[in-house]
């Protein structure tokens, strides 16, 4: 779908080509050409301020027609092509990185495997292929999902995402696909198809997310777009939660943000909080929008209405939440036998794990808590997470590789608050006079929810978890990173003339006409892949987000550490 004449006010109208022939010598149609070429820059240049006050009232053109392709120079690619595109290559990638490149001895947990079992048609063919991407935690999930919660220390992985993989695995092997392939091998190239799946909706998400909060389609594709080729891009093909979880959250914002009362809204909110440790914190932003509502329709009846509303999903959330603690209390806080594979008993006995249904007086202590919750443990436990305990010079390496996430969201959101301290102070909760409503664009009324949210993500990565890990929760947890990313590309005015000039200049030099268009629900590549007009610091983020791309995918698929 394409829009006539749209401008978000950050960047040039898009204009469409056309042969000009119109009869006369060509001599006369050089200096028509070059005539036209003066009057279509003073009017490119008068016309932008209309245009921006025009689209912060309203994000939309009201006139949307279904024009035929551009005849342009303009490179558009649809969110879905650009989503499927981006995991393509790094499924490319990984092929050859792992085929050139001799693994690494990370002495990590390797899921065990069955010596006897017989060797599958396909099972060459999916190593091969997708080898690469069974490394570090993948390797929880894909055993996750064949043999369930074995060892206590697959209680830090929460359950949704192998969950969906043994379901669907499990219905396949009935149909005798498994005679083609293992079920390792099966249950890997599941998790790759259904994260290329879950990817392409988070970045529709996003793009509708952010839409709706930056008020600028041209901003929003630019996240988009830096999305699909994010810093922690490995870990969303990789059989990892980020995808998934990437998904269900952008769904959770946009939904409450549009109707937070709705009771669809548990769906993916009890789902994201099954994926990942950190869903908790998307009831924040259901309290949040919840307390906005009610302040902005304050009334007895409403403000029943929204509460008991309210409750509702929060007891269905929690209930949800509850059943999987109380699997895990049942698997390792009672004595009792399971039909575990001798491979799975052995690899137990010979790394010193706790095996479910081997409670003794010393094992899983937990289960004796007031609220038995295992994750806190395990992650004490087994992976030495605690306040500061990160905080060691041989770390400094891990510190350095999550600088770039760290300080873009923590120097954009302490900017962010300083312009908009009284409005931050009040929560944003309160009506804004008519002077502050028209100094505060889109963006700066509806962010501060979420900028607080990337914040309580970064410091609680920072004193609390492997630092490293930052880069990629930001990445799949937070739209902001790539909001602050996309204003460094929209909001410098010497840019944004700058395409101006070289826009025109082109439009004129082609033989343009004065008609211009836009794709809706499709990414312009035609700024982000000119370096030539980029300052040093947009360059510098393009670097950092498309490097870390290859450089992540490179070292993750040998068994090398990363985000």
Known sequence: MRSECYNDGTSSPKRRIHAVGNGKSHQQHHVHQHHRQQQHSQHGADSMHRETTVHDRNV?????????????????????????????????????????????????????????????????????????????????????????YTYENALAFFPLFPFILKIVSSALSSYEVVTFVSYRELSLLLAVLMNVICFTG???????????????????????????????????????????????????????????????????????????????????FVLYFVVRRIVAQYNFHNIICICSRLFSMLIIVLFHYGIAQVYNYYLFCFVQKFNFPDHVREYALEHGLVLAGNKTDDSSPWCTNLLPL????????????????????????????????????????????????????????????????????????????????ALV?????????????????????????????????????????RQVIRKLSKQVKDGEENSCTHVLNHIELSDLLDFRWMNGRQQAILVYFFGYTVVGTVLFSNFYPWT
């Open 60 to 148: 939309d053109s009201p006139t949307m027609t279904e024009l035929p392709p551009s005849s342009g120079s303009f490179l558009h690619i649809s969110i879905t092509k650009l989503a499927i595109g981006s995991r393509l290559f790094v499924i490319v990638l990984q092929l050859f990185a792992n085929l050139l490149l001799p693994d690494h001895e990370a002495g990590v947990f390797v899921a065990p495997h069955d010596k006897s079992a017989p060797e599958r048609p396909l099972d060459a063919v999916v190593r091969f292929t997708l080898g690469g991407l069974n490394r570090w935690d993948g390797q929880y999930f894909l055993h996750i999902a064949e043999h369930g």
């Open 202 to 284: 988070a970045a529709k998400a996003l793009y509708r997310l952010s839409k709706h909060v930056l008020g600028s389609q041209k901003k929003a594709e630019i996240a988009v777009l830096l999305f699909c080729f994010n810093p922690a891009s490995i870990f969303f093909t990789a059989p990892y939660t980020e995808s998934l979880y990437a998904w269900l959250s952008f769904v959770v914002m946009y939904q409450c943000m549009e109707d937070v009362t709705s009771i669809f809204l548990t769906i993916p909110l009890s789902l994201s909080i099954l994926c990942r440790s950190n869903g908790m914190f998307n009831i924040g």
């Open 374 to 453: 295992s994750y806190s443990y395990v992650q004490s436990q087994y992976w030495n997470v605690g306040f500061l305990r990160y905080y060691e010079l041989k770390q400094l390496p891990n510190f350095l590789l999550a600088l770039p996430a760290i300080y873009l969201t923590l120097s954009n959101s302490y900017q962010y608050l300083c312009e908009h301290w009284d409005y931050a102070v009040r929560l944003g909760l309160f009506r804004l006079t008519k002077k502050q409503h028209k100094l505060m664009r889109p963006y700066d009324r509806f962010a501060l929810v979420f900028v607080v949210h």
């Open 457 to 497: 993500l970064t410091i609680f990565s920072l004193l609390f978890v492997h630092v490293q890990v930052t880069t990629r929760l930001l990445c799949a947890a937070s739209p902001v990173l790539y909001w602050y990313t996309a204003e460094y590309f929209t909001g410098e005015r010497t840019f944004i003339k």
